[in-house]
């Protein structure tokens, strides 16, 4: 029977539990690493373990950070009035690249899903709520996910915030761009029209 | 001849889950393949002309086409996608619990007609606003019954005789109604009001446009939301997910009983 170096067994392993990576480019990628010079596995090997000891959650917006508050939330040419709630830490990011927005962000890590047992407990929801009891929001940005679990997540906090008198908007939804208005689904389209704008 | 390589059937979109980047599996309900599961590729693009027309809780139509291991949903056509339970909170929970109770009930390829249609009067009740408590209540005994479940509510299951009115008990573990005197030996059971057991019988054996009819008075709602999940959980052997959210819900008094909208 052949047998392949343990180390080499390991790597493809570990790189097979990672998602979208199945057995064929786990092994790929590892004697693609054995081809390569020593640094640039060191420098990969590296940036792995760095990423776990050296970032955390800020304790405001609960981003993803190296340092505590996080560098949006320390901004102060940012507008602290405005909060825009996201899923995700890897949503903030796409919003930053479009450059129009200048408030900062609350993570929830997660949308409400029912479906998983998950509930406003297991997110960053109380968090998120004790934000805006000190009276210096005045906006909240709905920026949930376009989908049941996003719109349960955004009506469960419009119905939390209602009563602090807090602006809520929302991100627009509808058509994507490049989409076929022939093929878009009832909810896109109701809700394109509903968010429908001056032209 | 084979199978044909490809079919068309409507169907509810009861579960999704991701697989790999852009595709995911959705779990339909269908009338006559009982529960299936299919591949939906490229859905989590945006503009996939899949798209909207496969989230959960919605009535589609759908072509799919025959593959080693799934089948895979090639064209698709919303027929009824339930907006105006979407658009609610409590609607859309009541709507998610109905799913997860198919889902967990049902094996994959057994045609089952009259809980397809089950499940779509149900939807379209909760869309039209009707009482979502006796919605819930009468789609869940009915469930039991095309599942062979049907709790026995007319005679003792521990002695066979008839039930008094008077406070009997409800035990899970034996599918029905004990009498006074056979429920205080079973620790397991729960104390039944006759008012509670009338509107349980009936919801059971009357069409639901008679069982809507029925006004439930708000003590006996409480008692009722007990029961049945209780029942439930009992032959699951496990907690309905989504029932965690519906009390979290009524705990936060975001409960609507009248129309869908706000
Ligand atoms: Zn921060
Ligand atoms: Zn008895």
């Keep these: 029977m052949v047998t392949t170096a343990e180390p080499v067994t390991k790597l493809v392993e570990a790189f097979n539990k990672l998602p979208g990576i199945g057995p064929k480019s786990a092994q790929r990628l590892t004697y693609y690493l054995l081809s390569r010079p020593g640094e640039e596995a060191k420098a990969l090997a590296e940036a792995i373990l760095a990423l776990k000891e050296k970032t955390r959650l800020c304790s405001v917006c609960f981003y993803i950070t190296d340092c505590d508050p996080c560098r949006i939330c320390q901004d102060r040419e940012r507008d602290h009035s405005k909060i825009c709630v996201v899923e995700r830490p890897s949503d903030i990011p796409p919003l930053e690249r479009t450059g129009k927005y200048n408030g900062v962000y609350h993570v929830l890590h997660g949308p409400i899903s029912p479906a998983q047992g ?10 998120f709520l004790s934000r805006l009891q000190d009276g210096s929001v005045t906006e909240v940005i709905l920026a949930t996910n376009p989908n049941l679990e996003g719109e349960t997540t955004a009506m469960y906090l419009r119905r939390m915030i209602l009563p602090l008198g807090i602006r809520i908007t929302r991100l627009a939804r509808g058509l994507p761009f490049g989409a076929d208005l022939e093929y878009a689904d009832d909810m896109t389209l109701s809700q394109a029209l509903e968010d429908r704008q001056e032209f | 001849m084979g199978a044909p390589r490809s079919y068309q059937t409507q169907a509810i979109i009861i579960k999704q889950t ?3 980047e852009v595709d995911k599996i959705l779990t339909i309900y269908t009338p006559e393949f009982g529960k299936l599961k299919a591949v939906a590729k490229g859905v989590c693009r945006p503009g996939s002309k899949l798209g909207g027309n496969v989230e959960l809780l919605t009535h589609s139509l759908l072509m799919l086409a025959r593959g080693r291991n799934l089948d895979i949903v090639t064209q698709s056509q919303t027929i009824d996608g339930f907006l105006v339970l979407k658009s609610d909170l409590w609607r859309m929970a009541c709507g998610l619990y109905v799913l997860e109770l198919i889902d967990s009930f049902t094996l994959e390829n ?6 397809f249609d089950l499940l779509l009067d149900t939807l379209q009740r909760l869309c039209q606003g009707d009482d979502s408590e006796t919605v819930l209540r009468y789609f869940e005994l009915h469930l039991l019954d095309y599942l062979g479940y049907r709790p026995q509510l007319h005679r003792c299951v521990g002695c066979n005789s008839p039930i008094k009115p008077v406070v009997n008990f409800f035990s899970s573990s034996q599918g029905g109604i004990l009498c006074s005197h056979c429920g205080q030996k079973e620790p397991d059971s729960r104390p039944l009001s006759v008012g509670a057991l009338k509107i349980l019988r009936l919801w059971q054996s009357f069409d639901y446009a008679t069982a809507r009819r029925v006004k439930v008075r708000s003590e006996l709602r409480s008692e009722l939301e007990q029961v049945m999940p209780g029942y439930i959980k009992y032959l699951l ?7 965690a959210w519906l ?4 705990k936060e008094s975001i409960v609507d009983n009248n129309c869908g909208r706000n």
């Design chain 2, 110 to 115: 057994s045609g089952n007609h009259p809980l």
């Design chain 2, 247 to 250: 009390r979290e819900l009524r």
């Design chain 1, 118 to 127: 998950i509930g406003p407990g297991e997110l960053k929801a109380k968090e």
């Design chain 2, 18 to 20: 991701k697989l790999g």
């Design chain 2, 237 to 243: 052997q496990r907690e309905v997910k989504s029932i």
